[in-house]
Protein backbone atom coordinates (compact mmCIF):
# COMPACT_ATOMS: atom_id res chain seq x y z
CA UNK A 1 0.00 0.00 0.00
CA UNK A 2 2.76 2.62 0.70
CA UNK A 3 4.49 2.09 -2.59
CA UNK A 4 0.97 2.49 -4.42
CA UNK A 5 0.81 5.94 -2.25
CA UNK A 6 4.16 6.95 -2.71
CA UNK A 7 3.77 6.14 -6.47
CA UNK A 8 0.68 8.29 -6.78
CA UNK A 9 2.24 11.35 -4.59
CA UNK A 10 4.97 11.61 -7.06
CA UNK A 11 3.41 11.25 -10.09
CA UNK A 12 0.76 14.07 -8.91
CA UNK A 13 3.41 16.75 -7.71
CA UNK A 14 6.32 15.75 -10.38
CA UNK A 15 3.95 17.00 -13.42
CA UNK A 16 4.02 20.77 -11.90
CA UNK A 17 1.83 21.85 -14.58
CA UNK A 18 -1.02 19.43 -13.43
CA UNK A 19 -0.24 20.55 -9.69
CA UNK A 20 -1.16 24.14 -10.84
CA UNK A 21 -4.09 23.67 -12.62
CA UNK A 22 -5.71 21.40 -10.20
CA UNK A 23 -5.13 24.69 -8.00
CA UNK A 24 -6.63 27.06 -11.40
CA UNK A 25 -9.72 27.37 -9.85
CA UNK A 26 -8.77 28.77 -6.35
CA UNK A 27 -6.31 30.71 -7.48
CA UNK A 28 -9.13 31.91 -9.85
CA UNK A 29 -11.43 33.18 -7.11
CA UNK A 30 -8.72 34.38 -5.07
CA UNK A 31 -7.53 36.40 -8.11
CA UNK A 32 -11.36 37.58 -8.91
CA UNK A 33 -11.47 38.96 -5.23
CA UNK A 34 -8.61 40.24 -5.10
CA UNK A 35 -9.25 42.47 -8.55
CA UNK A 36 -13.04 43.17 -8.67
CA UNK A 37 -15.25 41.86 -5.58
CA UNK A 38 -13.52 42.99 -2.69
CA UNK A 39 -14.33 46.89 -3.96
CA UNK A 40 -17.79 45.47 -4.31
CA UNK A 41 -18.49 43.84 -1.53
CA UNK A 42 -16.76 45.93 1.25
CA UNK A 43 -19.14 48.63 -0.37
CA UNK A 44 -21.85 46.83 -0.01
CA UNK A 45 -20.97 46.38 3.73
CA UNK A 46 -19.90 49.74 4.86
CA UNK A 47 -21.88 49.87 8.12
CA UNK A 48 -19.87 47.25 9.08
CA UNK A 49 -16.56 47.99 11.24
CA UNK A 50 -13.24 47.04 9.43
CA UNK A 51 -15.14 44.96 6.78
CA UNK A 52 -12.04 44.21 4.52
CA UNK A 53 -10.61 41.58 6.77
CA UNK A 54 -14.06 40.34 8.15
CA UNK A 55 -14.73 39.56 3.67
CA UNK A 56 -11.23 38.60 3.49
CA UNK A 57 -12.24 35.42 5.39
CA UNK A 58 -15.22 35.11 4.07
CA UNK A 59 -13.17 34.42 0.75
CA UNK A 60 -10.69 32.32 2.21
CA UNK A 61 -13.38 29.61 3.27
CA UNK A 62 -14.81 29.76 -0.26
CA UNK A 63 -11.41 29.49 -1.42
CA UNK A 64 -10.29 26.37 0.60
CA UNK A 65 -13.65 24.22 -0.46
CA UNK A 66 -13.39 24.91 -4.36
CA UNK A 67 -9.53 23.91 -3.62
CA UNK A 68 -10.66 20.80 -2.28
CA UNK A 69 -12.54 19.93 -4.90
CA UNK A 70 -10.12 20.60 -7.63
CA UNK A 71 -6.95 18.98 -6.07
CA UNK A 72 -8.73 16.13 -5.04
CA UNK A 73 -10.06 15.60 -9.00
CA UNK A 74 -6.96 16.35 -10.65
CA UNK A 75 -5.16 13.34 -8.26
CA UNK A 76 -7.71 10.70 -8.95
CA UNK A 77 -7.04 11.63 -12.48
CA UNK A 78 -4.19 8.83 -12.27
CA UNK A 79 -6.78 6.30 -11.51
CA UNK A 80 -7.95 7.00 -15.59
CA UNK A 81 -4.88 7.21 -16.86
CA UNK A 82 -3.70 4.06 -15.42
CA UNK A 83 -7.13 2.28 -16.72
CA UNK A 84 -6.50 3.82 -20.32
CA UNK A 85 -2.60 2.75 -20.41
CA UNK A 86 -3.95 -0.58 -18.99
CA UNK A 87 -1.47 0.06 -16.31
CA UNK A 88 -4.46 -1.05 -13.90
CA UNK A 89 -4.01 -4.42 -14.79
CA UNK A 90 -0.50 -5.18 -13.47
CA UNK A 91 -1.48 -3.49 -10.26
CA UNK A 92 -3.96 -5.89 -9.56
CA UNK A 93 -1.37 -8.57 -9.94
CA UNK A 94 0.17 -6.87 -6.22
CA UNK A 95 -0.66 -8.60 -3.25
CA UNK A 96 -3.41 -5.75 -2.61
CA UNK A 97 -5.36 -6.64 -5.27
CA UNK A 98 -8.21 -4.68 -6.65
CA UNK A 99 -9.49 -3.54 -3.94
CA UNK A 100 -6.07 -2.41 -2.64
CA UNK A 101 -5.34 -0.68 -5.59
CA UNK A 102 -9.01 1.60 -5.35
CA UNK A 103 -8.12 2.31 -1.56
CA UNK A 104 -4.95 3.77 -2.45
CA UNK A 105 -5.71 5.67 -5.06
CA UNK A 106 -9.08 7.67 -2.61
CA UNK A 107 -6.02 7.61 0.42
CA UNK A 108 -3.55 9.26 -2.22
CA UNK A 109 -6.26 11.78 -3.21
CA UNK A 110 -7.36 12.52 0.24
CA UNK A 111 -4.05 13.43 1.31
CA UNK A 112 -3.02 15.71 -1.48
CA UNK A 113 -6.46 17.34 -0.90
CA UNK A 114 -5.24 18.16 2.30
CA UNK A 115 -1.77 19.09 2.02
CA UNK A 116 -2.91 21.40 -1.14
CA UNK A 117 -6.00 23.10 1.15
CA UNK A 118 -3.18 23.59 3.84
CA UNK A 119 -0.64 25.31 0.77
CA UNK A 120 -3.62 27.64 -0.57
CA UNK A 121 -4.47 28.59 3.43
CA UNK A 122 -0.84 29.71 4.34
CA UNK A 123 -0.64 31.69 0.82
CA UNK A 124 -3.96 33.79 1.65
CA UNK A 125 -2.67 33.85 5.15
CA UNK A 126 0.14 35.71 4.03
CA UNK A 127 -1.33 37.72 1.60
CA UNK A 128 -4.10 39.11 3.87
CA UNK A 129 -1.72 39.37 6.88
CA UNK A 130 -4.06 37.07 8.96
CA UNK A 131 -2.93 35.09 11.89
CA UNK A 132 -5.18 32.54 12.60
CA UNK A 133 -6.47 31.71 15.65
CA UNK A 134 -4.31 29.25 17.15
CA UNK A 135 -7.37 27.76 19.19
CA UNK A 136 -9.28 27.32 16.52
CA UNK A 137 -6.46 25.50 14.64
CA UNK A 138 -7.78 21.96 15.47
CA UNK A 139 -10.97 22.66 14.37
CA UNK A 140 -9.83 24.05 10.75
CA UNK A 141 -8.23 21.06 10.49
CA UNK A 142 -10.93 18.61 11.37
CA UNK A 143 -12.86 20.65 8.59
CA UNK A 144 -9.81 20.53 5.82
CA UNK A 145 -9.82 16.56 6.65
CA UNK A 146 -13.55 16.40 6.39
CA UNK A 147 -13.07 18.71 2.88
CA UNK A 148 -10.73 15.98 1.44
CA UNK A 149 -12.40 13.41 2.69
CA UNK A 150 -16.01 14.67 1.11
CA UNK A 151 -14.24 16.04 -1.90
CA UNK A 152 -12.34 13.04 -2.58
CA UNK A 153 -15.16 10.12 -2.47
CA UNK A 154 -17.42 12.46 -4.17
CA UNK A 155 -14.83 12.94 -7.28
CA UNK A 156 -14.17 9.22 -7.22
CA UNK A 157 -17.93 8.19 -7.80
CA UNK A 158 -17.91 10.86 -10.65
CA UNK A 159 -14.88 9.69 -12.68
CA UNK A 160 -14.92 6.21 -11.82
CA UNK A 161 -16.20 4.68 -15.18
CA UNK A 162 -14.02 7.57 -17.32
CA UNK A 163 -11.93 5.45 -20.03
CA UNK A 164 -9.69 8.34 -20.98
CA UNK A 165 -7.72 11.30 -19.78
CA UNK A 166 -9.08 13.02 -22.89
CA UNK A 167 -12.99 12.35 -22.27
CA UNK A 168 -12.09 13.47 -18.50
CA UNK A 169 -9.96 16.60 -19.30
CA UNK A 170 -13.49 18.07 -20.56
CA UNK A 171 -15.45 17.04 -17.06
CA UNK A 172 -12.39 18.43 -15.11
CA UNK A 173 -12.82 22.10 -17.34
CA UNK A 174 -16.58 21.96 -16.05
CA UNK A 175 -15.72 21.15 -12.57
CA UNK A 176 -13.13 23.55 -12.47
CA UNK A 177 -15.06 26.73 -14.10
CA UNK A 178 -18.29 25.45 -11.83
CA UNK A 179 -16.43 25.01 -8.43
CA UNK A 180 -16.27 28.53 -7.17
CA UNK A 181 -19.93 29.23 -8.63
CA UNK A 182 -21.23 26.22 -6.46
CA UNK A 183 -19.75 27.10 -3.13
CA UNK A 184 -20.35 30.92 -3.28
CA UNK A 185 -17.09 32.30 -3.86
CA UNK A 186 -18.01 34.31 -7.41
CA UNK A 187 -21.49 35.64 -6.37
CA UNK A 188 -22.65 35.29 -2.68
CA UNK A 189 -25.54 32.63 -2.09
CA UNK A 190 -28.02 34.92 -0.99
CA UNK A 191 -27.88 37.45 -4.10
CA UNK A 192 -29.09 34.38 -6.67
CA UNK A 193 -32.19 33.41 -7.60
CA UNK A 194 -34.54 30.59 -5.65
CA UNK A 195 -33.55 28.01 -8.51
CA UNK A 196 -29.73 28.77 -8.03
CA UNK A 197 -29.25 28.63 -4.78
CA UNK A 198 -31.28 24.88 -4.61
CA UNK A 199 -28.36 23.77 -7.13
CA UNK A 200 -25.25 25.10 -4.24
CA UNK A 201 -27.46 24.12 -1.27
CA UNK A 202 -27.39 20.70 -2.97
CA UNK A 203 -23.34 20.76 -3.68
CA UNK A 204 -21.52 19.18 -0.59
CA UNK A 205 -18.60 21.19 -0.95
CA UNK A 206 -21.12 24.23 -0.04
CA UNK A 207 -21.46 22.83 4.02
CA UNK A 208 -17.74 22.69 3.81
CA UNK A 209 -17.33 26.21 2.54
CA UNK A 210 -19.81 27.10 5.31
CA UNK A 211 -17.77 25.80 7.89
CA UNK A 212 -14.80 26.87 7.01
CA UNK A 213 -16.36 30.48 7.08
CA UNK A 214 -18.18 29.93 10.32
CA UNK A 215 -14.88 29.36 12.54
CA UNK A 216 -12.54 31.29 10.20
CA UNK A 217 -15.28 34.84 10.58
CA UNK A 218 -16.36 33.46 14.28
CA UNK A 219 -14.24 36.51 16.37
CA UNK A 220 -14.61 39.51 13.53
CA UNK A 221 -18.70 38.36 13.41
CA UNK A 222 -18.86 38.53 16.96
CA UNK A 223 -17.52 42.04 16.94
CA UNK A 224 -19.00 43.64 14.23
CA UNK A 225 -22.20 42.98 14.77
CA UNK A 226 -22.46 43.25 18.37
CA UNK A 227 -25.95 44.12 19.27
CA UNK A 228 -27.17 44.27 15.74
CA UNK A 229 -28.42 40.16 15.58
CA UNK A 230 -30.95 41.03 13.00
CA UNK A 231 -28.13 42.44 10.70
CA UNK A 232 -25.99 39.68 11.47
CA UNK A 233 -29.02 37.18 10.64
CA UNK A 234 -29.20 38.76 7.45
CA UNK A 235 -25.37 38.84 6.59
CA UNK A 236 -25.03 35.32 7.29
CA UNK A 237 -27.71 33.93 5.39
CA UNK A 238 -26.43 36.40 2.13
CA UNK A 239 -23.18 35.28 2.04
CA UNK A 240 -23.52 31.65 2.67
CA UNK A 241 -22.24 31.86 6.53
CA UNK A 242 -24.97 29.46 7.42
CA UNK A 243 -26.90 27.89 5.25
CA UNK A 244 -30.60 28.55 5.23
CA UNK A 245 -32.81 25.86 4.85
CA UNK A 246 -36.09 27.33 6.19
CA UNK A 247 -33.85 28.64 8.99
CA UNK A 248 -30.08 29.18 9.19
CA UNK A 249 -28.36 25.90 10.10
CA UNK A 250 -26.30 25.68 12.89
CA UNK A 251 -22.46 24.40 13.05
CA UNK A 252 -23.37 20.78 14.50
CA UNK A 253 -26.65 21.03 12.04
CA UNK A 254 -23.89 21.31 8.80
CA UNK A 255 -21.09 18.88 10.58
CA UNK A 256 -24.30 16.59 10.71
CA UNK A 257 -24.59 17.01 6.97
CA UNK A 258 -21.70 16.67 6.01
CA UNK A 259 -20.82 13.30 7.40
CA UNK A 260 -23.99 12.10 6.17
CA UNK A 261 -22.96 12.67 2.35
CA UNK A 262 -19.64 11.93 2.92
CA UNK A 263 -21.10 7.59 4.58
CA UNK A 264 -23.37 8.04 1.89
CA UNK A 265 -20.72 8.86 -0.76
CA UNK A 266 -18.67 5.69 0.93
CA UNK A 267 -21.40 3.36 0.73
CA UNK A 268 -22.01 3.70 -2.92
CA UNK A 269 -18.11 3.50 -3.69
CA UNK A 270 -17.99 0.37 -1.99
CA UNK A 271 -20.55 -0.77 -4.09
CA UNK A 272 -19.16 0.22 -7.43
CA UNK A 273 -16.09 -1.42 -6.66
CA UNK A 274 -17.67 -4.23 -5.71
CA UNK A 275 -20.03 -4.42 -8.91
CA UNK A 276 -17.03 -3.72 -11.68
CA UNK A 277 -14.74 -5.33 -9.46
CA UNK A 278 -17.16 -8.68 -10.19
CA UNK A 279 -17.51 -7.95 -13.96
CA UNK A 280 -14.00 -7.99 -14.52
Known sequence: MLALLKRNFILYFRNRSGVFFSLLGALISFLLYIIFL?????DAWTQLPDNTKLLNNWLMGGTLAVTGITTSFTALTQMV??????VDQDL????????GLQVSYLISSIIISFVMQVFMFAVMSLYFRESPVISYLPEITLITLLSSLLSSVVNILLIYRFQSVDS???LATIVGTASGFLVGTYIPIGVLPDFAQIIMKCT??????????????KERLETAFTGNSRLL???QEKMG???????LLTKEETYFIVVIISLVAIFLWILFVKVFSKRK
Open 204 to 217: PATYIASLYRQILM
Open 233 to 235: KEF
Open 81 to 86: QDRENQ
Open 168 to 170: LGK
Open 38 to 42: QKNLT
Open 92 to 99: FLTDLGSW
Open 241 to 247: IQINWQE
